[in-house]
């Protein structure tokens, strides 16, 4: 079983800005997670939460181009899947697609740890999975 980091928007934007409360928290989490080998993952939901404006695009393509071993799961049909049960298990709505999508990464990849400023609702959707851990940033 391989766990991964996944990045929700919060996370990954605090690292792609390099400056904030969060960002130590975040890249300690990132070099920890390089040198056991683990995958990290941001959903592409997360890029389209983030990407609002030049600014913003710029900033999170720099990042995903300077840290190359965050990778981007895109959703596709089985993906989706991942995502629909993650909603179903939690009894939630479209409103917290976003969020399951990085919860459905985390489940998908047989478990890891999420990183996130939403705590409480991304506790709420991984309830039911056992292995994945919610981590506030």
């Given at each position: 079983m391989s766990f991964v980091l996944v990045l929700d928007s919060e996370?990954?934007?605090?690292?792609?800005?390099?400056?904030?409360?969060?960002?130590?928290e975040v890249r300690?989490?990132?070099?920890a997670a390089r040198r056991l080998q683990r995958d990290v993952l941001t959903p592409a939901v997360v890029l389209a939460e983030l990407y609002r404006g030049p600014g913003h695009k710029q900033v999170?393509?720099?990042c995903l181009r300077r840290d190359t071993w965050i990778s981007v799961r895109d959703t596709d049909r089985s993906f989706a899947r991942?995502?629909?049960g993650v909603l179903a298990a939690a009894r939630a709505d479209s409103s917290d697609l976003s969020d399951?999508?990085?919860?459905?990464?985390?489940v998908e990849a047989g478990g890891g740890v999420?990183?996130?400023g939403d705590e409480d609702d991304l506790e709420r959707l991984s309830a039911a999975y056992p292995n994945v851990h919610v981590s506030k940033i």
């Open positions: 996370a990954l934007s605090s690292v792609a800005r390099q400056r904030g409360p969060r960002f130590r300690a989490a990132l070099e999170i393509d720099s991942f995502v629909g399951a999508h990085v919860v459905a990464a985390a999420v990183l996130t």
